[in-house]
């Protein structure tokens, strides 16, 4: 984790730190997020802005996907979207 | 009402219960499984086929020391292969920058480290192994090097927890992004040693308080798990998160155990991995079955509607200070066994001029 906090603003590039896997879950049939002595089940939107995490689209970039593969407008899906990466950057689970 | 059985979701490996270090509160047994009956490469390779097929997704592999065995490497490749998440929980005074290296080229994903106090003097004194804590700091700038995730972890008691501010300020330093204070869980060494562990009161408000200032100025920077020890909580906390829901516990001679602590419950039989499989144990094991769920559950668990939420407590603390497993947890104010809780707090939190027992083989 980097020493100050990260803000996911629209230029910023989140990637998974080492030590953070995305993974489907075979057993039980759902994503899952590995994580230092955590473990995060996601949603199914959780799940799709998780697959954007690609290590090279910027965050505007992954609304841009969402808001394409929703068919929903831009500004109604982004505070949403926004707030997952930050919510998960201040788990620790994204870094840019 | 029955609650579904659900597969685990990790599993704790403890391959060996050799380590190094001596430290009073170790939540290993008085009695310590010897070289002799540790579990073979051959069935630990098999253990984690069985733990993957299983449904579970982590695996902590712990002892004692881990890094004593030199099949280590092996046994976390061979989990990266079958796409378990390893994690490695370490007193780290054995790790060099190769052994470090092979670790990861394995797979390994996450290593927690722990620490016995926030500079030499504590921590080699409650380690009881000499140049232990600055080796741990070498480690950590090894870690942070690569750029592994790293959890540091140090257990709190009498003779440390006033160094909680250094504490934090050194994981800070370390680079860690998770600190886990814990405080010392009393089983095993640390229940044997328990009066000459137990912090006070005042000690203790002292340090949630710094935790909680500490929280709020590293959001986002460093994550702090802290959680007040049993002895002045008013309601236990979901141990394991219920018994036989998430978690097993295999032990350096092939047990599988609900909990690590679990041997200290009397009546309880336990299973090996080398003659029942690992499904066979979880879903119809005996030590499982005896608290699954809430049916085994007494009064006040079996009508408080809080009974999905912490499960009734710990059972390794229930049968230690009542005497009956199945009791509520005497951590819990609505527990007739409280009171007695409460007065060993009060009793043997007071310093004493005696000094704690280091642990031995
Ligand atoms: S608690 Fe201390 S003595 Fe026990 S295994 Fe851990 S480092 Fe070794
Ligand atoms: S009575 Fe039992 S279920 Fe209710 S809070 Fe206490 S320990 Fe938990």
């Known amino acids: 984790m980097a020493k100050t906090r990260i803000i996911m603003t629209e230029k910023v590039v989140p990637v998974f730190p080492k030590g953070v896997r995305l993974k489907f879950d075979k057993k039980r049939k759902q994503w899952v997020v590995l994580a230092p002595e955590r473990m995060f089940v996601l949603d199914e939107i959780g799940i799709s802005v998780m697959h954007c995490v690609d290590g090279k689209s910027n965050v505007d970039e992954i609304v841009d996907s969402l808001s394409k593969q929703f068919k929903a407008p831009r500004e109604e899906i982004l505070d949403d979207v926004v707030e997952m990466l930050q919510d998960m950057a201040d788990k620790g689970v994204l870094d840019e | ?361």
């Open chain 2, 1 to 361: 009402m029955t609650v579904s059985i659900e597969p685990p979701l990790a599993m704790l490996a403890e391959i060996t219960h050799r380590c190094p270090l001596r430290c009073p509160y170790c939540s290993n047994p008085l009695e310590l499984s010897k070289r002799s009956h540790e579990l073979s490469t051959k069935v630990w390779l098999n253990i984690l086929d069985e733990a993957s097929e299983l449904g579970i997704l982590q695996v902590h592999f712990s002892g004692g020391e881990p890094t004593v065995r030199d099949d280590l490497t092996v046994l976390i490749k061979h989990a990266e292969k079958k796409g378990l998440y390893s994690n490695l929980i370490t007193s780290g005074v054995l790790i060099d920058k190769s052994k470090l290296d092979s670790f990861i080229d394995s797979g390994l994903q996450h290593i927690q480290l722990s620490i016995q106090g926030a500079d030499s003097e504590v921590g080699d004194y409650i380690g009881g192994f000499p140049g232990g804590h600055q080796k741990k700091l070498e480690v950590a700038q090894l870690i942070h090097d690569v750029d592994l995730p790293l959890t540091l972890n140090a257990v709190v008691h009498r003779h440390n927890i006033g160094q909680i501010k250094k504490i934090i300020n050194l994981a800070e330093k370390l680079h860690a992004q998770r600190l886990e204070v814990a405080n010392v869980q009393y089983y095993g060494w640390g229940f044997f040693n328990r009066k000459n562990l137990l912090p006070t009161r005042e000690q203790l408000m002292e340090a949630t308080e710094e935790v909680n200032k500490a929280r709020d100025r590293l959001k986002g920077k460093l994550v702090i798990d802290y959680v007040v020890p049993d002895y002045y909580a008013r309601r236990p906390k979901a141990c394991m998160g219920g018994w036989g829901r998430r978690f097993l516990n295999i032990n350096p001679a092939g047990y599988v155990l609900p909990c690590h602590a679990a041997e200290t419950i009397p009546g309880l039989r336990f299973e090996r991995v080398t003659d029942k499989s690992l499904s066979e144990i979880w879903y119809h094991g005996s030590a499982f079955e005896a608290f699954r769920g809430t049916d085994w559950m007494p009064a006040p668990c079996s009508t408080c509607d809080r009974k999905e939420i912490d499960w009734g407590g710990c059972r390794c603390q229930a049968a230690a200070i009542t005497g009956r497993p199945d009791a509520t947890d005497p951590a819990c104010e609505l527990s007739p066994d409280h009171g007695s809780m409460n007065s060993i707090a009060q009793n043997e939190s007071k310093p004493s001029q005696e000094q704690f027992q280091y642990r031995r083989m």
